[in-house]
C-alpha cells in the first residue's frame, strides 16, 4: 500500500496558476491509478481528475477540462496538478488518491488548500 503527502496549495488570484504535487511512498507506485479531488465548505468532495496505472490515459471532471492537466512520474513516485485559469470556484481542499490497478480509491493523501482570490 503506498502512503500521499500533497504539497503545492496556497493563495492566487483568479486567472493564476498553481501546481500541486503528490509524493507516495512503497514499491508499487506504478500499479496504482491516481487521482485528485477537492471538497470545498460545505460540500461533498468531488473528482477533479485521474490517470490510470497501466497506459497512463487522463479523466477530468468538466468544470476544469481544458483548465488543468494530470500527470504522473512513476520513476520519482510523484504525481502532479497542474491548474491554470484558476477561478474562485476552484477553492478547495485539493486530495490525491491511490487506486490499486484501477479499482476503488483505498488511500487517500491529507489535503492541501488551494484558496483562490477574485
Known amino acids: 500500500q503506498v502512503q500521499l503527502v500533497e504539497s503545492g496549495g496556497g493563495l492566487v488570484q483568479a486567472g493564476g496558476s498553481l501546481r500541486l504535487s503528490c509524493a507516495a511512498s512503497g514499491r508499487t507506485f506504478s500499479s496504482y491509478d491516481m487521482g485528485w479531488f477537492r471538497q470545498a465548505p460545505g460540500k461533498e468532495r468531488e473528482f477533479v481528475a485521474r490517470v490510470t496505472w497501466d497506459f497512463g490515459i487522463t479523466y477530468y471532471a468538466d468544470s476544469v477540462k481544458g483548465r488543468f492537466t494530470i500527470s504522473r512520474d512513476n520513476a520519482k513516485n510523484m504525481v502532479y496538478l497542474q491548474m491554470n485559469s484558476l477561478k474562485p470556484e476552484d477553492t478547495a481542499i485539493y486530495y490525491c488518491?491511490?487506486?490499486?490497478?484501477?479499482?476503488?480509491?483505498?488511500?487517500w493523501g491529507q489535503g492541501t488548500q488551494v484558496t483562490v482570490s477574485s
Open positions: 488518491a491511490a487506486a490499486p490497478r484501477g479499482q476503488g480509491y483505498d488511500t
